[in-house]
């Protein structure tokens, strides 16, 4: 059985290496992006099922890097990231495919329950 595959796009480290862990546990295979390069890197060579996307990224923002990785996969499921209140990005976010939003910071639990339901981990213990 294949794991579900999951990247998780953060330019801070301390979130990427949390989701990293919480998801692992979960039984999910995982990639980690700093920025939208390393986020494109990884979407055209592994194929992610899900990607945990941070809006608020320098230089490459989580709008341009939804747009680029639909150009890569039209079918990618997103969920994105954002701080409070930037309620145009989440819209925009939204109309470019965007499964739902948790705003930061956000509930770890919260988040692992979302990723179980868009991404069911085959026969979890």
């Not at 390393?38 to 055209?44: F, K, Y």
Request: net charge negative.
């Amino acid at each position: 059985m294949m794991k579900g595959k999951i990247l998780i796009v953060d330019d801070q480290f301390g979130i990427r290496i949390l989701l990293n862990e919480v998801l692992q546990k979960e039984g999910y295979d995982t990639y980690q992006a700093a920025n939208g390069v390393q986020a494109l890197d990884i979407v055209s060579k592994h194929s992610p099922d899900l990607v945990l996307l941070d809006m608020k990224i320098p230089g490459m923002d989580g709008i341009e890097i939804l747009k680029r990785m639909r150009v890569v996969d039209k079918d990618i499921r997103v969920i994105i990231m954002t701080a409070y209140g930037e309620l145009d990005m989440i819209q925009e976010a939204k109309d470019l495919g965007a499964l739902t939003h948790f705003a930061k910071p956000f509930d770890i639990d919260d988040i692992r329950a979302a990723v179980k339901k868009y991404l069911p981990v085959p026969n979890s213990k």
